[in-house]
């Protein structure tokens, strides 16, 4: 079994990565929809003192699933590599409109989230990169029981385009680092907040508990393969 180390270690060392666009340590986290890469996002970013995100569901839209490269350089990597703060308009995947402008400051941290976070014509701006690591089957499986019988029509659409995205330019091959989720750590209280997750309108939950899941993180391919990334992680379980 491949060592590993905890998120909260990991998260620790992310400052140590060199800056990767302009003064900002980017780091992406992939993965295929319904793995989970939203929540281990939020969690890394509050283990890196509230670091921003910015989630690819926002960027892409309806007719552009995977083509929104252009949109992704212009509007959020441009400005952040001259130490200016990202705008963009927030996709609504409901009314298929962009309503409202999120702002991203150049942080020291920035995570970048979403199907793609790792394609190749982003891979050169980012600090490291992430694969949430759950198999397809299993992510979809989640993903369609998270969106319900509303969402069929669009799951019917998106996989297929899923498929063709990673056979011409797969992500985890060259991801520094894989994510494993542990079993359940606890249980959290509250509500979770509204957002739309793979193309569906994720509503508000009630207030109740629901699960927190752990995670492990390993030493990924493209660390194997003397991957680009400027940092000296010694990974032992348990740390």
């Known amino acids: 079994m491949p060592s590993f180390t905890s ?4 998260a620790r060392l992310v400052p140590r990565l060199a800056p990767s666009c302009g003064p900002v340590r980017l780091v992406g986290v992939d993965g295929y929809a319904g793995s989970g890469k939203t929540t281990l996002a939020g969690r890394l970013a509050g283990l890196c003192g509230g670091a921003p995100v910015v989630h690819l569901d926002d960027i892409a839209e309806h007719g552009a699933l995977f083509d929104w490269t252009e949109r992704f350089v212009t509007e959020v990597l441009t400005p952040l590599e001259r130490g200016e703060s990202a705008r963009y308009g927030v996709y609504d995947w409901v009314k298929r409109a962009r309503e409202r402008t999120s702002v991203v400051c150049p942080a020291p941290v920035v995570l970048v989230e979403g199907v793609g976070a790792g394609r190749a014509a982003l891979r050169s701006s980012l600090a490291c990169l ?15 029981e998270r969106d319900g019988a509303a969402q069929a029509e669009f799951w019917a659409g998106w996989m297929p385009a899923e498929r063709a995205h990673f056979a011409a330019d797969p992500s985890r091959p060259f991801a520094d680092f894989l994510v494993r989720e542990t079993v359940t750590s606890g249980r959290e209280t509250g509500s979770r907040p509204a957002r739309q997750e793979g193309g569906a309108a994720v509503p508000e939950g009630p207030f109740g508990e629901f699960p927190v899941p752990g995670y492990e993180v390993f030493e990924g391919p493209g660390r194997a393969a003397g991957g680009p990334v400027d940092l000296t992680l010694r990974i032992t379980s348990g740390s």
């Open 7 to 10: 998120l909260e270690a990991f």
């Open 130 to 144: 992430l694969w949430m690591d759950v198999p397809r089957a299993t992510a979809w499986r989640r993903g369609r």
